[in-house]
């Protein structure tokens, strides 16, 4: 049954879904975790989901999305209860005892066209969107998608942007901040100024693997130890980069939701095409995403430093100490 977009259009997202089909429908995506890691105190959202009962050794993203769920007032949520976060069925039936409404979306096990197509097809009914309406949307994100896909260029090939530049705006491409025409505006801005710049030096080429980092300084503080973040895998997976004919075939690129295969080879690519001196893999506390580590240690030929990062807030001493250690270690090498 057509959902119909009420005086409050507004569906959260807590992961990158087909965005396309929101805009579709005429409701407006809103990511809930950028509103709440750009939340003025983030921590203090994390602590008031544990105050209503979520246990300490629940991830810190998954406690910041409830609170921010009810202090936004989000009437309507989408769950991706495949592929994406082992916690979202639990987290999804805790929101609707609060009368969320709860939308499903699964991406398939593996990431074969056909299964995609069907995916995307059952979500397109419960929004009660149309093909013809889905693809005019694609078209209009997909011009962002171009404008994203520069802005990555210009980090790694021009060198004139900044690894945390980069994964604000890439990031970003999970829900075109609510308002894509805005965002696109935000983009050319960004886009004229930024090739006028004098191209940033640095010895060390670093690429960032995994979730967005909850660390308010992590891009600041790995690239003042003359490095450059050329790469972040996550974020430009979010950008969706590649040229596609339609939805099914888009979604079946996107990496993030089928295992480790297709990641191992989107970032083995990276490696040669950005030419990385190490990678950092950013991991969240509590998270089951921590076991791909030993995946990406054993499939990537590559200095790779692990991190953890639990709560929002600056990165602790013990992590700088270990990343100064790694870039140190890098730097004996290159
Ligand atoms: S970091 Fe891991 S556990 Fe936390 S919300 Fe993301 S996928 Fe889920």
Redo the contacts with the bound molecule.
Sequence with gaps: MKQSPPENNIIGI??TIPVEVIYAAGFTPVDI?NIFIGADEPDLLVTRSESAGFPGN?????KG?YSTALEHGIRRIIAVTGG?????LALSEIMGMKGIEIIPFDYPLNCSRVHVEQKIDDFRKALGTSWADIKREKERLDRIRKKLKVIDQLTFIENVVTGYENHLFLVSASDFKSDPDRFEKEIDTFLDEAKGRQALKADIRLGVLG?PPIFSDFYQFIESLGTRVVFNEVQRQFSMPYVTNDIAEQYTLYTYPYGSAPRIRDIAEAIEERRLDGLIHYT?T????QLYDMVFRQRLNIPILTIEGDRPGEIDRRTALRIEAFVEMIKGTV
């Design positions: 807590t992961s975790n629940i991830c810190a993203w998954i999305i994406d976060c082992s916690n979202t979730v969240q509590f998270c089951f995403r």
